[in-house]
């Protein structure tokens, strides 16, 4: 499984940004992939998910800002990220989840906190930065 993520850049608080993440080598279509994000210091936090069926589910902070999408024929995930504040200056990831560990997590307890050898995620992409300037 490889999973590339493309779309970071700096922008001014208030701005928007789409992250992309190409999937391949994945022989299954029910998986879930996730979204993640690591500041400099901190542990990296799932953002969202979404499953096979394209039900996505946030984390709170990301409630109402952020919208995760997905290209089944283009094998593309998205990430939207609107109303960008200094705090969501962060390395963002895609990770393969292969049984929605990451949607369970945030559905009834709103966050989830892993480190990068998190045994329930497949794979992860190398990252794509995010810096947000106030």
């Known amino acids: 499984v490889q999973l590339v993520e493309s779309g970071g850049g700096s922008v001014q608080a208030g701005g928007s940004l789409r992250l992309s993440c190409t999937v391949s080598?994945?022989?299954?279509?029910?998986?879930?992939l996730d979204w993640f994000r690591q500041a400099p210091g901190k542990q990296r936090e799932a953002v969202g998910a979404?499953?096979?069926?394209?039900?996505?589910t946030y984390a709170d902070f990301a409630k109402g800002r952020f919208s995760i999408s997905k290209d089944n024929a283009k094998n593309i995930l998205y990430l939207q990220l609107n109303s960008l504040k200094p705090e969501d200056t962060a390395m963002y990831y895609c990770?393969?989840?292969?049984?929605?560990?990451?949607?369970?997590?945030?559905?009834?307890?709103?966050?989830?906190?892993?480190?990068?050898?998190?045994?329930?995620?497949?794979?992860w992409g190398q990252g794509t930065l995010v810096t947000v300037s106030s």
């Open positions: 979404i499953a096979s069926d394209h039900t996505p």
């Open positions: 990770a393969a989840d292969p049984d929605c560990a990451g949607a369970d997590y945030l559905r009834y307890g709103g966050s989830w906190l892993v480190d990068p050898n998190q045994p329930a995620l497949d794979a």
């Open positions: 080598g994945y022989t299954s279509s029910n998986y879930c």
